[in-house]
């Protein structure tokens, strides 16, 4: 399962636009790229997923180079309760195993 | 979307006693559910595998004797922690796997269930 690398934590104020970069240079040819959100004391939620170029959905756009050695979340207008941990995780129709990183801590300010 | 509830959602118990956690899938069926572990300010860590109907993977450095894992039906998978110790006390978190879904291996994650064991 391809490792991943997040920054430990970002800040941004209300409005903004937030951009989230995932390293995964080991990434294999039949892995998908998934990020996840997950609040204080609750279960991760998913957020979206790509395998290559650009997914959009009503919450977040997911940007990945030709190369997938990374993948930029990007979440418009952020708002106060998009404070949370963000994972972005790495894998294939293996089964469905999942191993999590550190993940990105989220923190927007008013 | 996918819903998947877990009972209880929080449970004290006494050092030495056994816990079951009970895990389901509310509107899929779930051949494969994973259980994880997290401790405060840490990321989730894969526990175990659960298929239904055969016995569960653990991962290295889990104590099978200890999380006992039982998926018998293809929407319900519980774990038990036997003879709990306060190290125990964590928060357990489920995710099923939807094999129907769009997404390639999307898991869908339970709303968690805090122990804490005194």
């Known amino acids: 399962l391809a490792k991943t690398t997040q920054p430990i934590s970002m800040d941004s104020y209300e409005g903004q636009e937030v951009n989230i970069t995932c390293s995964h240079n080991?990434?294999?040819?039949?892995?998908?790229i998934t990020w996840y959100q997950q609040f204080p004391s609750q279960g991760p939620r998913f957020i979206i997923q790509g395998y290559k170029t650009k997914v959009t959905n009503e919450v977040a756009s997911l940007f990945i180079p030709a190369d997938r050695k990374s993948s930029t979340l990007s979440l418009p207008r952020v708002s106060l309760s998009d404070t949370a941990v963000y994972y972005c995780l790495v894998g294939g129709n293996q089964g469905g195993k999942l191993i999590f990183g550190q993940g990105t801590e989220l923190s927007v300010k008013p | 979307g996918a819903v998947v509830s877990q009972h209880p959602s929080w449970v004290i118990c006494k050092s030495g006693t056994s816990v079951k956690i009970e895990c389901r899938s509310l509107d899929f069926q779930a051949t494969t559910m994973f259980w994880y572990r997290q401790f405060p300010k840490q990321s989730l860590m894969l526990m175990a595998t659960s298929n239904e109907g055969s016995k569960a993977t653990y991962e290295q450095g889990v104590e099978k004797d200890k999380f006992l894992i039982n998926h018998a039906s293809l929407t319900l998978s519980t774990l038990t922690v036997t003879s709990a110790h306060p190290e125990d006390s964590s928060f357990y978190i489920c995710s099923a796997r939807d094999p129907l879904a769009g997404f390639t291996d999307t898991q869908y994650f339970g709303p968690g269930t805090r122990l804490t064991v005194l």
């Open positions: 080991n990434i294999a040819t039949n892995d998908y």
